[in-house]
């Protein structure tokens, strides 16, 4: 290859490419997915999860032009309604027909490792998750969500979701990388976002409403 036709190889591999909504590729550093070893699953599901306003852009880096393919994303539209509490963190929502409360049992590392979802219509809870408690004590913010999701071919898979929400008539926009691997979802989500800091729902949500 001649030496202009590298240079201009070079600079188009430099150029960030949009995906959808604000968010763009960037090729370099590669993310070489095939190349990550195998890890045992765990019990825990770790989450590296990330919100910004309606300007800003968001950068993926490392992904290859192969992204850009939407077809190859599961698309879900969802309505959750999510119950702030005043005294406690608590991850509760109400979607469907389902109370839903996912409890955080570890943090490390910037991600979040959470257990299995409950649901408090239907299941045994202690006195501070009564779902009539809750209802009465918690403040209910509706999170309105267009998500595209991908499945790494990693083993055990971890998934990366892109999200549009509309919350109170203000637009974010969230990636969530999660897996049952806690070492694969740390790396994918610093090679992906380095530099920034993960935050859980209900974090972002207490911040510009207050329960």
């Keep these: 290859m001649n030496p202009l036709a590298l240079f201009f190889l070079e600079m188009f591999q430099l150029m960030n490419q949009r995906l959808v909504w604000n968010f763009e590729i960037n090729t370099t550093p590669l993310l070489d997915i095939k190349s990550l ?9 770790w989450e590296a999860r990330y919100f910004w306003s309606h300007h800003e852009i968001i950068c993926l880096t490392g992904l290859d032009d192969s992204f850009l393919d939407l077809r190859q994303y599961e ?16 991850n509760i929502k109400k979607r469907r027909e389902e109370l839903q409360y996912k409890p955080l049992l570890q943090e490390q590392d910037n991600i979040r490792g959470f257990g299995k979802k409950i649901d408090l219509y239907h299941a045994s ?6 779902p009539d408690m809750l209802h009465k004590k918690g403040k209910q913010v509706t999170v309105c969500k267009i998500t595209l999701i991908h499945k790494f071919p990693t083993v055990p898979s971890v ?8 919350i109170q008539d203000n637009v974010f926009f969230s990636t969530c990388i999660e897996g049952r691997s806690k070492t694969l979802v740390t ?8 530099g920034h800091v993960s935050c859980d729902y209900v974090s972002f949500l207490k911040q510009f409403v207050k329960p």
């Design 37 to 45: 070893p195998h890890y045992e699953k765990e019990d825990i599901k």
């Design 75 to 90: 698309i879900k539209h969802r309505e959750d309604h999510y119950l702030l509490l005043t005294d406690n963190d608590f």
């Design 125 to 130: 809870s202690p006195v501070d998750l009564q």
């Design 159 to 166: 998934k990366l979701e892109l999200a549009r929400l509309c």
């Design 187 to 194: 790396h994918i989500a610093k090679h992906l976002l380095p």
